[in-house]
T-cell receptor, first 112, second 113 residues
Framework: ELKVEQNPLFLSMQEGKNYTIYCNYSTTSDRLYWYRQDPGKSLESLFVLLSNGAVKQEGRLMASLDTKARLSTLHITAAVHDLSATYFCAVSSGAGSYQLTFGKGTKLSVIP | DAGVIQSPRHEVTEMGQEVTLRCKPISGHNSLFWYRQTMMRGLELLIYFNNNVPIDDSGMPEDRFSAKMPNASFSTLKIQPSEPRDSAVYFC???????????FGPGTRLTVL
């Protein structure tokens, strides 16, 4: 059974600071997704990582995937208040599977 | 494309009543997923369909829950009878065959009194 662990689950950081959210998973997979959820809203796709070493960047967020370590990171650079949200990673169970297994989410609060 | 469409957006009902949630996936997508999200349990996969066929319903909490997908553009999730512990946000998501990326609808916030 595929398990996905995120840490930290809660993160409070000051504007302008850098931080990294970690996503570990338990079985081999090379397909990982990051989603963002604003309070009271739906999940919005942020990044799609489909191979070992994949790196994607959008604004102040950068995601990477290390399939050998079964680890993805979401790095936040010079945080701003608008980044406050809950971030989920989701891992594919592999070829032929349609399911994604989601982590519990990291609730990020950026304090002015 | 309008994205995944869900209705109603909010539903308030009394315990014991039947509740039907509706979902229209993105046109051309042939996998559809129903999730439930609560503060306590997080995001849970209830059931998913591929080409209108239920593939895995192991996440459906109990017999009170049922889901159907009569055609490629419509799915329902029914709770009968509803209970207060069913209160949650229910999301529908869809994806394209062979690709995992799921696109989520706006959700239905269900409150059972």
């Amino acid at each position: 059974e595929l398990k996905v662990e995120q840490n930290p689950l809660f993160l409070s950081m000051q504007e302008g600071k850098n931080y990294t959210i970690y996503c570990n998973y338990s079985t081999t997979s090379d397909r990982l997704y990051w989603y963002r959820q604003d309070p009271g809203k739906s999940l919005e796709s942020l990044f799609v990582l489909l191979s070992n070493g994949a790196v994607k960047q959008e604004g102040r967020l950068m995601a990477s995937l290390d399939t050998k370590a079964r680890l993805s990171t979401l790095h936040i650079t010079a945080a701003v208040h608008d980044l406050s949200a809950t971030y989920f990673c989701a891992v594919s169970s592999g070829a032929g599977s349609y399911q994604l297994t989601f982590g519990k989410g990291t609730k990020l609060s950026v304090i002015p | 494309d309008a994205g995944v469409i869900q209705s109603p957006r909010h539903e308030v009902t009394e315990m014991g009543q039947e509740v039907t949630l509706r979902c229209k996936p993105i046109s051309g997508h042939n996998s559809l997923f129903w999730y439930r999200q609560t503060m306590m349990r997080g995001l849970e996969l209830l059931i998913y369909f591929n080409n209108n066929v239920p593939i895995d319903d192991s996440g459906m909490p109990e017999d009170r829950f049922s889901a159907k997908m009569p055609n490629a553009s419509f799915s329902t999730l029914k709770i009968q009878p509803s209970e207060p512990r069913d209160s949650a946000v229910y999301f529908c998501a869809s994806s394209l065959a062979g690709l995992d990326e799921q696109f989520f609808g706006p959700g239905t916030r269900l409150t059972v009194l």
